[in-house]
């Protein structure tokens, strides 16, 4: 709708920019409600669609924040961290000062 390339002006930034952040908080349901808004049929694909859609991404959202997923999460980070830690140390013996002598 709002195209990176060329300025399509304020009016239409405004409106992708509104329509954005409501598929962003609200999920495709928000699609629906733009669509009547602007008296558009809405046909049984276009609602299923929108529906099974929302349900997945809601399941999604739900999964990651599940106990187990947060404590991946930290472990991966932290052992990440571990071994950035441990590159940086062995950086620094190969790095310094009088090695070449």
Do not use: P
């Amino acid at each position: 709708m709002a195209l990176k390339s060329t300025s399509s002006g304020k009016h239409v930034l405004d409106t992708a920019i509104y329509i954005a952040v409501g598929i962003y908080n609200d999920g495709l349901s928000n699609v629906i409600r733009l669509m009547q808004n602007l008296g558009m049929k809405i046909g049984t694909n276009c609602y299923n669609f929108c529906v099974e859609t929302d349900e997945r991404r809601i399941k999604y959202s739900e999964r990651s924040l599940t106990d187990a997923a947060k404590e991946a999460r930290l472990l991966l980070k932290s052992s990440r961290k571990e071994e950035e830690e441990a590159s940086i140390n062995l950086d620094g013996q190969m790095y310094g000062a009088a090695i070449a002598d």
